[in-house]
Structures are given as structure tokens and as C-alpha cells.
């Protein structure tokens, strides 16, 4: 039985900071963005998740009908408490939902897909809710703040009408210190300011994903139309793909950290997203997510035919229009830093 | 809004908040919403099935909040938008509610405008979150 996704949706908040506000500010701008979205005061990782579910709802799928909710963030309103629950009511969702919630890492997106495409598998139901929405925080003085964006994705997974069909998947862990972490009661974010040391653990497990699971499918790059791996900046993502031989033309489409800067555990699936808007059937999908600390998580994606709903909300839609610019004192304030 | 709610108080209107659920009067067939005891339109006081609004709707009026007008649980948000509008909106079923529009200039509020519903915060209060409708200019 073929399981894949029959629906999706986006949600990137309207309120943006460019690069030069942080060079006013700070005299630089350590991230490798353009401009990077921001929450409003009202938002927080489960409105977002919110509005990105009920767009990916619009696909048909009876919110009733979702028997899985799989969710995903590093953010969640609250340390601890579920979040499923509010997703539930605000969606109209079934009370006997199985629900699952992830967030370690901003690998977690990924995570909630794959659970969910395992229950589907296994027969534990037929329409699955899979919502990955963040917004990672860190102090406004240090460097690793400068390219922390926001924003949410939702996926329907099920087995009939499938826009596209999951093909095979992986993952891999292994045990890498000082890149990006968050000590136990701390908000947050940190890492050792040693870039090296993060793109070594970001090669070494994204490349080791994305070759093992093509050699499992018999697969070279060339088979594949487009690229997806997860950015944590402006360039490792790049820098992977060449180094295993994928060409510019299919990483671009996927390519959305330089306008929203790094939406944590949404991150790969916003970028999933903004591909498949513009995917055709018969086009494969090659898609690489990563945590720090590190693991990653390979899978193989093909595009069947099911079609895209006409004057949907696309990602690129989101990232050019009804656009609000911040000056960097309100940023403060929106982001509560202040 | 502007009154303290209890947390209890809130618990038993979370669908309602959340959601837009109200109340359809079986007698006269209009939907409650805030859903009452009795129908206000009729006074049927127990036949009623849950209806799902549909969140659409139009300004019917609307004024805008100077910041320092602010009740104090939205202090800090008013704090930051310094202005910001609250709409009387009349839903596609009927209903008027009362709300905050957001993703809007105030400049650009306007009666008629056509609108939909969004789930925010509306404020927090003994560190527990309040979410609840807001409404946003109609998209497409
Ligand atoms: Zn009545």
C-alpha cells in the first residue's frame, strides 16, 4: 500500500527584519540572510502550526477524518504540556486522535512525518495530521540569534489520491559536542561559536543519509529533479550537494533560508513544501533533515499526479507578499527580548 | 474583553474560543453564538444542536484602541502596537461578535470589509495562555 502526502499547507508570518537592520544594530549580520520572518506579539508555534493545518486541510480531507496528529517543534507554547490537544480543538479534531509529539531537535519536523507515514503503514488508520512549527529563540546578544526565523508547515498524509508517494527513508545518530544546544531550564539557544565544528557534524551525517538511502534505491543524483536538505545557514546546505555532485538547479527550489532565516523544526518541510509547489508528476524529490547533536534523516520522494489545488497559498506566495518590515527596537519588543 | 476570566470559566467556552462553535435554536432555527441558556432570538431554552460557524464575516463597526486604553492583560501587547482596532463583526450566519483584527494598518479598517477568522493569544494570565478568535482581513 502506498502511503505519501494527499495535502499541505504553509504558514510564514507576515512581519520581517532585513540583514541591514542587524548591521545598524550590531555593526553585522552573522547570519547569511536577506531578510528572515518574525512572529507577531499573538503568534507562537502552535497558531502557526494552526494556520498551516487548516490550509493543508483545504485539500478535502474531513478534519474528522485525521486519525493521526503528529507534531513537531522545538518551540512549544509551554516547557511542558501537551500541545496535541489545543491543535485538536482549534482544528476540529477527532478526541481519539493518536497523537505523538516531537521537538529534541529541529529534526523533529521529519520525525513527525515519518511517524506518522509508520502508522499509516501499519494500518493504524487512513489520514494522518502532521504539523512542524517553529520559532527558536536565543539571546539577542549573541551571534547564533541573528538568523533565527519563524514559521509552520502542515502535511495530510494517506494512502488514496497522493500528490506524491514516500519511497524510502532513513536515519542516522551519532554523538557530536558544542554545536547548537540548549542547557536543561534554559530558553535560549547556544552553541561554541566554532563554525567548523558544526559543519563537520552537518556534513559528515547529512552526506551519510543522503548516499546510503540512493545506494538502497539504486539511485544517483541525476535521478533526482530536486534537492532538499535541511539549512541551518546560508551555505552548508550548498556546499553538501555540490560536494555530492547535485547541480545548482535542483537545490534552488528548495533554497528559502536567505528569506526566512532558520525556522527550526519546520525548516525541511517549508523547503518540501516550495518544491512541491512547483513539482510535476513524475518528478522525484531527494530530501536530507538534520538535529544538532547531531542526526539526520534522509527520504526519497515521488511526485504521482494528484493535482495541486488552483490559488492555494504557496510558500513563494507567502515569502513576496502582504509583507510587514520591523525597524530592530520593535523586533525586540515583538520577540519579548525586551 | 478586559474582564478577568477564570481559568474554569474559560476551560467550559474552549470550543467556542477555539473553534466558533455555537448553538443552532431548533425552534427558530438562528445560531447562538456566544451560545446563552435560552435562544436570544426566541427563547427556547432547551432544543439546540452544536453548529461549526464558519469564521467569515464583515465589519459592522470597529474602533481603534490607543494603547494606553488598554485593559492591563493587554499592557504589553499594546505596549508594542501602540494602536490597534477592534471590530464588531457580523458573521455569514448571523451572529455579531466582538474582536480583535490583526495583519491590518489601522488606516485600513474599513465597515463591510470582508474577514476571517484567526486563532491567537489573545493574552496570559497566571502563565497560562489564553487563546482565542481574532479576526484578519479575507485572504483571496
Ligand atoms: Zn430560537
Keep these: ?338 | 474583553m478586559g474582564a478577568h476570566i477564570s481559568i474554569p470559566m474559560y476551560q467550559r467556552a474552549v470550543k467556542q474560543r477555539y473553534r466558533l462553535v455555537g448553538l443552532k435554536c431548533l425552534k427558530c432555527g438562528k445560531i447562538n453564538f456566544p451560545p446563552k441558556a435560552g435562544c436570544k432570538y426566541c427563547g427556547n431554552f432547551d432544543q439546540f444542536e452544536e453548529a461549526q460557524l464558519s469564521g467569515k464575516g464583515k465589519v459592522y463597526s470597529y474602533t481603534i484602541i490607543a494603547g494606553a486604553g488598554a485593559p492591563p492583560e493587554f499592557s504589553e501587547e499594546a505596549a508594542y502596537r501602540r494602536f490597534y482596532p477592534v471590530v464588531l463583526v457580523e458573521l455569514d450566519e448571523g451572529p455579531r461578535i466582538v474582536a480583535q483584527l490583526v495583519d491590518v494598518e489601522k488606516d485600513q479598517v474599513e465597515i463591510g470589509m470582508p474577514v476571517e477568522l484567526v486563532i491567537r493569544r489573545i493574552y496570559t494570565e497566571e502563565d497560562v495562555i489564553r487563546y482565542g478568535y481574532k479576526f484578519r482581513p479575507k485572504k483571496d
Design chain 1, 1 to 338: 500500500m502506498a502511503v505519501g502526502i494527499v495535502g499541505y499547507g504553509a504558514y510564514l508570518p507576515r512581519l520581517r527584519i532585513t540583514k541591514k537592520e542587524y548591521q545598524q544594530a550590531w555593526g553585522n549580520c552573522a547570519a547569511g540572510i536577506k531578510e528572515k520572518t518574525v512572529m507577531d506579539f499573538d503568534e507562537d508555534a502552535l497558531t502557526m502550526g494552526v494556520e498551516a493545518a487548516k490550509e493543508a486541510l483545504k485539500c478535502g480531507i474531513n478534519p474528522e477524518e485525521i486519525e493521526i496528529l503528529c507534531w513537531a517543534s522545538t518551540n512549544p507554547p509551554y516547557q511542558e504540556k501537551m500541545v496535541s490537544g489545543a491543535a485538536a480543538v482549534m482544528l476540529g479534531l477527532r478526541e481519539d486522535v493518536i497523537a505523538t509529539e516531537h521537538g529534541q531537535s529541529i529534526r523533529a519536523g521529519s520525525e513527525a512525518l515519518l511517524t506518522a507515514w509508520a502508522f499509516l503503514s501499519a494500518g493504524s488508520g487512513r489520514n494522518a495530521l502532521v504539523i512542524a512549527a517553529d520559532a527558536p529563540r536565543a539571546c539577542p546578544r549573541e551571534s547564533i540569534e541573528h538568523g533565527l526565523g519563524a514559521g509552520g508547515v502542515a502535511y495530510i498524509l494517506g494512502t488514496e489520491n497522493l500528490i506524491a508517494e514516500i519511497d524510502g527513508f532513513n536515519s542516522f545518530v551519532n554523538e557530536m559536542l558544542g554545536e547548537r544546544f540548549r542547557p536543561a531550564g534554559d530558553n535560549n539557544l547556544r552553541d561554541i561559536g566554532v563554525r567548523a565544528f558544526t559543519f563537520a557534524s552537518y556534513n559528515q551525517l547529512v552526506t551519510r543519509a543522503l548516499q546510503s538511502l540512493m545506494e538502497k534505491l539504486g539511485r544517483k543524483p541525476s535521478d533526482y529533479n530536486y534537492l532538499v536538505i535541511q539549512e541551518i545557514d546560508g551555505r552548508s546546505a550548498k556546499s553538501v550537494a555540490k560536494k555530492l555532485g547535485f547541480d545548482e538547479e535542483q537545490l534552488a527550489p528548495g533554497l528559502l533560508y536567505e528569506q526566512t532565516g532558520d525556522t527550526g523544526a519546520s525548516s525541511a518541510l517549508l523547503s518540501l513544501a516550495a518544491v512541491l509547489d512547483q513539482s510535476k508528476p513524475g518528478e522525484k524529490i531527494l530530501l536530507a533533515a538534520y538535529g544538532s547533536g547531531a542526526g539526520s534523516m534522509a527520504v526519497s520522494l515521488t511526485v504521482t499526479g494528484a493535482p495541486l489545488k488552483e490559488g492555494r497559498n504557496t510558500v513563494k506566495k507567502q515569502l513576496d507578499e502582504n509583507i510587514t518590515y520591523l525597524g530592530y527596537a520593535q523586533y525586540l519588543q515583538v520577540k519579548r527580548y525586551i
